[in-house]
Each structure stands twice: as C-alpha cells, then as structure tokens.
C-alpha cells in the first residue's frame, strides 16, 4: 500500500486476542444515516471468521446520552461517563458469559455495544440490575435477539467500501494534520493502481485521461501478482477529506471496470 506516513498506521488500530482467542482489531468510522451522523467503533478482525459458531446471538446495550450535542454526539466530559458505563457492561458479560465484542455504535444520543455470545440465561435481568444499581440518571437500552449469520456485524457495523476509503484517507489525512498541514492548499497527489492486463491499464487511463491526471510510471511486477500492471499518475488536489473521499471512490470504481485495484495515494507536508 501506497499510503503517506504508513508507518504511523500500524498503531492506529488495537489489536490484541480475547478471552475467547478471537483476534481484536479496532477501527472507527462516520457515516449518515436517518437521523444524522453516527460514529462506529468495529473490531475488523471478526471479517476473516464470521459468523462463529456457537455465538447465536446478538446483545445491544448501552444508554441514552444525558449530554449530547445537536448532532447527537456526546459532549466531552460526558464522554468520560460513557466508557465508565460500557466498560462495566463488558466486565459483567464477560463475567457471567462467553462473548466476543463486535463493535460500539454512538447515533442520535445513545451508545450502544453489540456483542455476540453463546448464551442469554439470565443476562437481561444481570444488565436491568447493573443498569439501575450503578447509574440510575440514564435511560438504559438492552436488545437480545437471534443472529446466526452475524448480519448485524458483516452488513451494518462493518464498513462498505465507501467507508473503508474513507477510513484510510481519515488515517492519511490526520498524519498531515499532526505535522502541521492546514489542507488548504493544492499540491501533487499521486495514486497507484494495479491491473490484471496491459489493456486494462490502457483503458482505464483513457478513461481518467479527461480528469487531467498525468503519467508518472508504468511497470510490470516481476512476480507472480494477478494484477501485475502497474499504473503511478498523479494530478494537483488538495488532500482534505472531502475532496480525497470523492476522488479515490471515483478511482477505486472505475478501476474495477478494467479489473484494476486502486492501492491508494501520497503527498507531502505544506506548513505555509
């Protein structure tokens, strides 16, 4: 992968094994939905496996946020006060069940955390008296229910593609924050993309050749890639996340009609 200041990322996401060996990868990302904004926290590694047999069912719990602001986010300070109360929650699952933590969702002024375990005894009367005994001021929220092929994780709590660029520009983009960038200003961006034949890579550039993106390589991996065709161009942007989300979706789709991959993009610093 091709991405600034990738040496940075590995650190961006936890990645640890549960209790239950299952491997944990974290990762979070916005999106629009009905009402707004809303903000998930995934455990990524759970793609590679779902669903796990034996863990049937599907918990949502969490509480309505006290604080929020108009977009439906926590304030900061009540921020503080939501991972007290998700962290409780998860010890007492984990206590009286086996689980595996999927993700957290924060949307329209509540959290919530899903978990999938193998067994519902009792659980809702544990959660309605942790609930009610710990932190009486919120309005708590608990769901239970059936979910053998994991939809809830694979078709809402994990991202789509949309998402996933996002994901990684959003990684990109903070590096050059961090170092000082203010995004104002254009400067080259290049992007690599790969392709299965010469032809593909031909006609994906004449397809792109209007959006004034120039050469900067052409090469052929010497190994044994199934997209060998190597394709380096680059134009002037600027790397905000509005613009870059925009563009590496375009690129990404219509490198999918040659049957090309889109393996993302690098700039550098502008202070000034």
């Given at each position: 992968?091709?991405?600034?200041?990738?040496?940075?990322?590995?650190?961006?996401?936890?990645?640890?094994?549960?209790a239950?060996?299952?491997?944990?990868?974290?990762d979070?990302?916005?999106?629009?939905?009905?009402?707004?904004?809303?903000?998930?926290?995934?455990?990524?590694?759970?793609?590679e496996?779902?669903?796990?047999?034996?863990?049937?069912?599907?918990?949502?719990?969490?509480?309505?946020?006290?604080e929020?602001?108009?977009?439906?986010f926590?304030?900061?300070?009540?921020?503080q006060?939501?991972?007290?109360i998700?962290?409780?929650?998860?010890?007492?699952?984990?206590?009286?069940?086996?689980?595996?933590?999927?993700g957290?969702?924060?949307?329209?002024?509540?959290r919530?955390?899903?978990?999938?375990?193998?067994?519902?005894?009792?659980?809702?009367?544990?959660?309605t008296e942790?609930?009610?005994?710990?932190?009486?001021?919120?309005?708590?929220?608990?769901?239970i229910?059936?979910?053998?092929?994991?939809?809830?994780?694979?078709?809402?709590?994990?991202?789509?593609?949309?998402?996933?660029?996002?994901?990684k520009?959003?990684?990109?983009?903070?590096?050059?924050?961090?170092?000082g960038?203010?995004?104002?200003?254009?400067?080259?961006?290049?992007?690599?993309?790969?392709?299965k034949?010469?032809?593909?890579?031909r006609?994906?550039?004449?397809?792109?050749?209007?959006?004034?993106?120039?050469?900067e390589?052409?090469?052929?991996l010497?190994?044994?890639?199934?997209?060998?065709?190597v394709?380096?161009?680059?134009?002037?942007?600027?790397?905000?996340?509005?613009?870059?989300n925009?563009?590496?979706?375009?690129?990404?789709?219509?490198?999918?009609?040659?049957?090309?991959?889109?393996?993302?993009?690098?700039?550098?610093?502008?202070?000034?």
């Amino acid at each position: 992968m091709k991405w600034l200041f990738a040496f940075f990322l590995a650190g961006v996401l936890s990645c640890h094994a549960t209790a239950q060996g299952a491997k944990e990868e974290w990762d979070t990302y916005m999106a629009s939905y009905d009402k707004g904004a809303g903000s998930v926290l995934v455990n990524m590694a759970l793609k590679e496996k779902a669903p796990v047999i034996s863990y049937n069912y599907l918990v949502i719990t969490g509480v309505k946020i006290n604080e929020c602001n108009k977009e439906g986010f926590p304030t900061a300070q009540e921020f503080q006060k939501l991972y007290k109360i998700s962290d409780g929650a998860n010890e007492l699952i984990e206590k009286k069940k086996r689980r595996i933590h999927a993700g957290t969702f924060t949307y329209n002024c509540e959290r919530t955390d899903y978990y999938y375990v193998n067994d519902t005894l009792l659980l809702r009367k544990y959660l309605t008296e942790y609930y009610k005994t710990n932190f009486p001021q919120y309005s708590y929220i608990i769901s239970i229910k059936e979910d053998k092929s994991w939809g809830q994780y694979l078709k809402f709590l994990y991202p789509g593609e949309e998402q996933m660029e996002s994901m990684k520009n959003q990684k990109v983009i903070l590096k050059l924050t961090q170092a000082g960038d203010k995004l104002e200003k254009e400067r080259r961006i290049d992007h690599w993309l790969y392709f299965k034949t010469e032809d593909d890579r031909r006609n994906f550039f004449l397809r792109v050749y209007d959006q004034k993106f120039l050469v900067e390589k052409l090469d052929v991996l010497q190994d044994s890639s199934s997209h060998p065709f190597v394709l380096q161009m680059y134009r002037p942007d600027k790397p905000d996340l509005k613009t870059m989300n925009r563009l590496t979706l375009y690129l990404a789709k219509e490198a999918a009609r040659y049957n090309g991959l889109y393996d993302g993009w690098e700039t550098f610093v502008l202070k000034d």
